[in-house]
Nanobody, 129 residues
């Protein structure tokens, strides 16, 4: 089992940057693929980005308000931490951001919430216009 704690959220102006961190407990962090999701109040939680166990492959949401090209997911297995670097932030990026861990899958299935067994408590990101 793994426990996840996000940090790094806050208030930023449009065009600014934030880096979210998700610290995982336990000594088996490298056996989990990791993902970031976000949720706006009243809406469904949506996929943002994911990274495989080794960090060799990453996936990003490919939607109309795509984060691709603006957000970067990375991990440091020695520090049991996954990061989400968010640049060129927009007001529509405002949401609670969650990190998640899964023992299953190292493929495009990482974009599906159902693949994840463990979730953090979330961190609020607010982007002002």
């Amino acid at each position: 089992q793994v426990q996840l704690v996000e940090s790094g959220g806050g208030l930023v102006q449009a065009g600014g940057s934030l880096r979210l961190s998700c610290a995982a407990s336990g000594r088996t962090f490298s056996t989990y693929a990791m993902g970031w999701f976000r949720q706006v109040s009243g809406k469904e939680r949506e996929f943002v980005a994911a990274i495989t166990r080794s960090g060799g492959t990453t996936y990003y949401a490919d939607s109309a308000d795509s984060v691709k090209g603006r957000f970067t997911i990375s991990r440091d297995n020695a520090k049991n931490t996954v990061y989400l670097q968010m640049n060129s932030l927009k007001p529509e990026d405002t949401a609670v951001y969650y990190c998640a861990a899964t023992v299953y899958g190292d493929s495009a299935s990482l974009q599906q919430q159902s693949q994840y067994q463990y979730w953090g408590q979330g961190t609020q990101v607010t982007v002002s216009s």
